[in-house]
Each structure stands twice: as structure tokens, then as C-alpha cells.
Nanobody, 116 residues
Framework: QVQLKESGGGLVQAGGSLRLSCVRSGSTFSIDSVGWYRRAPGKTRELVARISRSGSTDYADSVKGRFAISTNNAKNTVSLQMSSLKPEDTAVYYC??????????WGQGTQVTVSS
């Protein structure tokens, strides 16, 4: 069984920073990609950032230059450094671990609220 534990969400003023972390525990598996997604009120869940097995990264256009995703060597921790936060970044943020065999694991979500 795989558990994902997120931390680091909270309330911050526009222009501020937050760092989200997600720690994977339990069964081990080979990683295809790890990433962060978010769901804002009234909107569908969207990709924020992800790192592939090769180490390449993808970012949503709306966060490029402001957010940075990173993992440790074992890829059992994924972090998201968020800077220059905007009110439109307000959402529930979810970490995701995708295995090479297609097993899809999601965290429970952590709320990020950016006040104007």
C-alpha cells in the first residue's frame, strides 16, 4: 500500500511564497513521473508541474518562472516551491505519483489560499 502525505499549504498574501512537500511511504515502485496538480473553486483539476523519470520538467504556463518542482534522488519526496503567488493560485494542491505500470497515486490535497 502506498501513502502520500502532503504538507506546506496555508494562507499567504499576494507576492508571498510557500513550499509544498509530499512524502511517499509504503510499497515501493518504479516511477514514471511525479507532479503537482491543483483544483481551484469551480474549475477542473489542472497540471501545475511534473518531473518525468528522465528528469525533464513540465510547467503550466501560468506558473512558469514562479514555481519550481524538485524531488530527492529516491523520488520518494516531491516539493513545489511557489513564489510571487497570486490570488488566482488559490486552489487545493495535490501531489501525484505515477508508476511505470500505470498505477496512479494521489495525495489528499492541501489548501493554498492567496489573499489580495
Amino acid at each position: 500500500q502506498v501513502q502520500l502525505k502532503e504538507s506546506g499549504g496555508g494562507l499567504v498574501q499576494a507576492g508571498g511564497s510557500l513550499r509544498l512537500s509530499c512524502v511517499r511511504s509504503g510499497s515501493t515502485f518504479s516511477i514514471d513521473s511525479v507532479g503537482w496538480y491543483r483544483r481551484a473553486p469551480g474549475k477542473t483539476r489542472e497540471l501545475v508541474a511534473r518531473i518525468s523519470r528522465s528528469g525533464s520538467t513540465d510547467y503550466a504556463d501560468s506558473v512558469k518562472g514562479r514555481f519550481a518542482i524538485s524531488t530527492n534522488n529516491a523520488k520518494n519526496t516531491v516539493s513545489l516551491q511557489m513564489s510571487s503567488l497570486k490570488p488566482e493560485d488559490t486552489a487545493v494542491y495535490y501531489c501525484r505519483f505515477l508508476s511505470l505500470f500505470g498505477n496512479d497515486y494521489w495525495g489528499q490535497g492541501t489548501q493554498v489560499t492567496v489573499s489580495s
